[in-house]
């Protein structure tokens, strides 16, 4: 599991091809999970969203799949990951699902908070 980040870019590497299961939430603030045994991949980095317009693309189609209008400024996004260990390579959807969370920060530090191993 990889996550890159550029200027107004974070690139999230998912497990499965083909449809991805995902949900998208703006807060205000911070959530106040901190139990992450349900996620087998927890990761956070800072974002600026300098258009205010978020999407969520898919590759290498680049074909929006989630869009937000926020307002412009630096974000902190925390990705959660789960359902990623039974993943058949040769299926079109896989089992895999993303929680992508953003609210305001100025923190860019790229962290992360539970890391996923392969068995």
Same mark, same amino acid.
């Given at each position: ?8 870019? &974070? ?11 995902? #949900? /998208?939430?703006? /807060?205000?603030?911070?959530?106040g #999970? =901190?139990?992450? =045994? ?5 990761v956070?980095?800072? &974002?600026?969203i300098?258009?205010g317009?978020?999407? &969520? ?9 989630? =869009?937000?209008? @926020?307002?412009?400024?630096y974000?902190? @996004? ?11 390579? #040769?299926?079109?959807?896989?089992t ?11 923190n860019? #530090?790229r ?5 996923? @191993? =392969?068995?």
């Amino acid at each position: 599991m990889a996550t890159a980040k550029d200027k107004d870019i &974070v690139g999230i590497s998912i497990e499965s091809f083909g449809h991805v299961k995902a #949900e /998208l939430n703006v /807060l205000d603030a911070a959530s106040g #999970e =901190k139990d992450f =045994k349900k996620y087998d991949h927890v990761v956070e980095a800072g &974002v600026r969203i300098s258009s205010g317009i978020l999407e &969520v693309l898919d590759f290498p189609d680049h074909k929006i799949q989630l =869009k937000a209008i @926020v307002t412009p400024g630096y974000y902190r @996004v925390r990705i959660y990951s789960y359902d990623l260990k039974n993943i058949n390579s #040769e299926a079109d959807e896989g089992t895999d699902h993303y929680k992508i969370e953003l609210w305001p920060s100025s923190n860019f #530090e790229r962290k992360v908070l539970k890391q996923f @191993v =392969k068995d």
